[in-house]
């Protein structure tokens, strides 16, 4: 962020650059806390972060950060992103509940209300309380610890509200009174929802993540034109040799890459890769009659050989961020 106050001060960035710069880490941020990648690996993705975005496009950063934090399947994309944002348990502790508030806020203000609600004394509520009463139990029906074990922290679950110590675990026609006295307009949804049901927390689930995935973009870019920015500096290039945390091995093919990148992170960390490999890539699988050219790796599992440049590059970076590594702890070198 200096160097890039460096670009704006200077006159290389302007204001609506370094905005969008600013929404582009945001949504870097949010969709991997809702998705629940670690940050482990974020500070070793921000050190490099300013001189990869120049190299990826020295004459536009705001294109070479949005391909950056696309290499490596570093961003999450929609579907999984929409998907985590209806069914994770947002709410918790320490920094989930600062996250959550900040999502909250957030969608809340995408309303772009004339007279905006200021968000000083608002705080996160739980619509079916955290503290089940038996009015509650009765009217979740049968399955009501299914319910709450699996929906209570979860999007369509939460909202804002100045009366958090009055609503309480009081029974949803006495919140939803309280919800309707309020000015936000996440709690006008509350208007046409007379009874409070699974049905109706995934349906405000959903509504709210279609209004997120607008507010949190994929930065623009389609599946193809995501594959071409990954492929680009790897097509037609033939690898000499793989560097993994400054080990270097030599290479004569994109193949010999992948055989080369996969053993080496199996003997950093065994246990970490066979969950990487129960992430389904699919050119890895412990049947090698499931694959079409297989061939043994150290761990057990087999790699499909038959495969193109950028397939061997993109598995190896989907490795790399798996075992929360970063790009800047490997790097092929080509002729």
Known sequence: MLNCYQDYATGHLSPGEFVQILGILETFIIRRFVCGLPTSSLNKTFPFLYRQAKE??????????????????????????????ITTAL?????????????????????????????????????????????????????????????????????????????????????????????????????QVEAWNEVVIQNRAEALAERALTIW??????????????????????????YVLRQRMETHSWREVAIKMLDALYELDPHQFIEFVG????????????????YLLQSGYSLELKLRASQAYRLCEAAVIAMNLDNGDWRVECE
């Open 56 to 85: 990826n496009n020295a004459d536009n950063l705001v294109d070479g950060l949005q391909m950056q934090l696309i290499m490596g399947r570093q961003t999450p994309k929609n579907a999984d992103f929409r998907a985590r944002l």
């Open 279 to 294: 992430t389904g890539p699919t050119l890895i699988n412990a049947e090698p009659t499931q694959l079409r050219e297989p």
């Open 217 to 242: 973009p994929y930065f623009g870019r389609d599946a193809d034109i995501e594959e071409a920015l990954n492929a680009q500096n790897v097509t037609g290039k033939t690898p000499v040799a793989v």
């Open 91 to 191: 709410y918790g502790p320490g920094q989930r509940r600062a996250n959550t508030q900040l999502i909250l806020e957030t969608l809340e203000a995408s309303y772009a209300h004339r007279e905006q609600a200021t968000f000083d004394n608002l705080t996160i509520e739980h619509i079916m309380p955290q503290s089940l009463t038996e009015w509650w139990t009765e009217h979740l029906g049968l399955d009501y610890d299914t319910l709450y074990e699996e929906r209570l922290h979860t999007l369509g679950n939460l909202t804002l509200t100045a009366y958090n110590s009055q609503a309480s675990n009081k029974p949803y026609p006495e919140k939803r009174t309280l919800y309707l006295n309020s000015h936000l307009e996440l709690n006008h949804y509350f208007d």
